[in-house]
Nanobody, 134 residues
Framework: QLRLVESGGALVQPGGTLRLSCAAS????????ILWFRQAPGKEREGVSC??????????YYADSVKGRFTISRDNAKNTVYLQMSSLKPEDTAVYYC?????????????????????????WGQGTQVTVSS
């Protein structure tokens, strides 16, 4: 059974940093693309970042809104993917979800019109709340 568990969400001041973790079980992360989405109250879910299956592809994706501030990384030994967030802004406030790609291993398969799509995702975590406020 595929399972993803996010952790690391918290209340942080503007300009602060936070690292989210996405721990996987039931599969090996290095053979799957791992994606991060976020959803703020009253807004649509937004694709934030993606890491291609490291066994086949090293490419990553970042939404323009987080490029240069967020970094996605993997620790395959721990079967965990991280989202390091810095220079946080109030508009980064949202519930953050990690997701695993299905049969597609490259982030390019999940990008359409320069945006990360949920089509092809086959499992989701429960989400972790990030609040950026002074």
């Amino acid at each position: 059974q595929l399972r993803l568990v996010e952790s690391g969400g918290a209340l942080v001041q503007p300009g602060g940093t936070l690292r989210l973790s996405c721990a996987a079980s039931g599969f090996t992360v290095d053979f799957k693309a791992i994606l991060w989405f976020r959803q703020a109250p009253g807004k649509e879910r937004e694709g934030v970042s993606c890491s291609s299956a490291s066994a086949m592809d090293s490419s990553t994706y970042y939404a323009d809104s987080v490029k240069g501030r967020f970094t996605i990384s993997r620790d395959n030994a721990k079967n965990t993917v991280y989202l390091q967030m810095s220079s946080l802004k109030p508009e980064d406030t949202a519930v953050y979800y990690c997701a695993a790609g299905g049969t597609y291993y490259s982030c390019s398969n999940f990008v359409s019109n320069s945006r990360l799509q949920t089509t092809g995702v086959d499992s989701w975590g429960q989400g972790t709340q990030v609040t950026v406020s002074s």
